[in-house]
């Protein structure tokens, strides 16, 4: 689903590219991207939704299928009832850190799954084509319902081979759709798939698989993690995870700089993490206090705003590294 969903953006990426400013600086799939450009190798991973897009897209899942026998309203009021279940549900807390609240949310894992199932029983997707996610995203994409996150253009810029970050334009004239094209065809992409696409008849459904193939919880996030920078003992390529919900938890803990984005005033973002990553004993600093407190681990991640506080970040590490002599 999300590959197919990456691709459609093609077509429609002149328009987005063109109307994007000039001053630009989830919930279940991830990008990821390399650059040797930043001095040291650096690999980005975003979330999906509400991450990469300015809000969660999941209304756009329902409605691709024409006529589903189970509206998207009630299999979304069933999963409410079920999370509000498991939020009321007594848990062992003693420290309310990092490895308790990890556990906490790995318990949800029966809410996802459940939800996933429902769906499948209910053969919402049955039937349908990559042309008709094809269609819907296009919609979606013309209509604002689909919105990519302001100063996306410029982060996924940093990630082209043939990019000059000094100049801020790609060798051979402007920004080239192609370039960017090539890069998100060649990203590595981590999604929940609807199985059959592409078949004649479409889709089967089926949206559960084995092995613990699907992305339901933080841990799933995690487990399409790239080994961080600290794995290696400091020579291996340097990770930043940028994620928005608690479901990102575990990826952002594990990166070599994680990135909660959360588009809040400063003074705002701290009871808004409290809120949403409750009951944790943790408020994350802003990045763009990186620089005072050094380049080691001493904080589980950070805080900002948007991209082009990333972008400024990406600039910082740099300079860092270079005057480290990394």
């Known amino acids: 689903m999300g590959r197919a969903c990456a691709r459609s953006f093609h077509k429609h990426l002149d328009g987005i590219i063109t109307e994007a400013p000039s001053s630009s600086v989830r919930h279940r799939t991830s990008f990821a ?3 040797h450009r930043l001095k040291r190798v650096t690999h980005l991973v975003l979330d999906f939704d509400s991450t990469l897009t300015v809000k969660d897209t999941m209304s756009v899942l329902g409605d691709i299928p024409a006529s589903p026998k189970l509206s998207w309203n009630q299999i979304s009021d069933d999963y409410t009832k079920d999370y509000n279940t498991y939020k009321n549900e007594p848990y062992p807390w003693k420290d309310y850190d990092r490895k308790e609240y990890s556990g906490w949310l790995e318990a ?3 809410v996802e799954a459940r ?3 429902r769906v499948e029983d209910a053969g919402f997707f049955r039937g349908v084509t990559l042309e008709d996610v094809k269609q819907t995203v296009a919609r979606s994409l013309e209509s604002g319902n689909l919105q990519l996150r302001e100063g996306w253009v410029k982060l996924f810029e940093l990630f082209l081979p043939d990019h000059d970050d000094t100049s801020g334009v790609i ?3 402007g920004l080239s759709i192609d370039s960017l094209c090539r890069l998100i065809n060649d990203m590595h992409i981590h999604a929940n798939e609807i199985e059959g696409l592409c078949s004649p008849l479409g889709s089967s459904g089926r949206v559960c698989h084995p092995l613990n193939m699907d992305i339901r919880t933080s841990a799933d996030k995690l487990r399409y993690m790239p080994p961080s920078r600290r794995m290696w003992g ?3 390529p340097h990770v930043i995870y940028i994620g928005d919900s608690s479901t990102d938890f575990d990826a952002l803990c594990a990166a070599d700089v994680g990135i909660w984005l959360c588009d809040v005033p400063e003074l705002q973002y701290g009871p808004t993490f409290k809120k949403m990553f ?7 600093p802003p990045l763009v206090s990186w620089r005072e407190h050094g380049t080691d681990k001493k904080h589980l991640f950070w805080w900002a705003p948007n991209f082009d506080v990333v972008l400024e970040h990406l600039g910082t590490s740099r300079q860092s590294t270079e005057q480290s002599g990394a």
Do not use: I, T
Request: hydrophobic share 35%; charged share 25%; no cysteine.
């Open 108 to 110: 949800r894992r029966w």
């Open 278 to 284: 409750e009951p944790l004993d943790f408020v994350p």
């Open 234 to 236: 400091g020579v291996g």
């Open 171 to 173: 060798h051979g004239g």
């Open 115 to 117: 939800s996933a199932k």
């Open 33 to 35: 991207m390399a650059s």
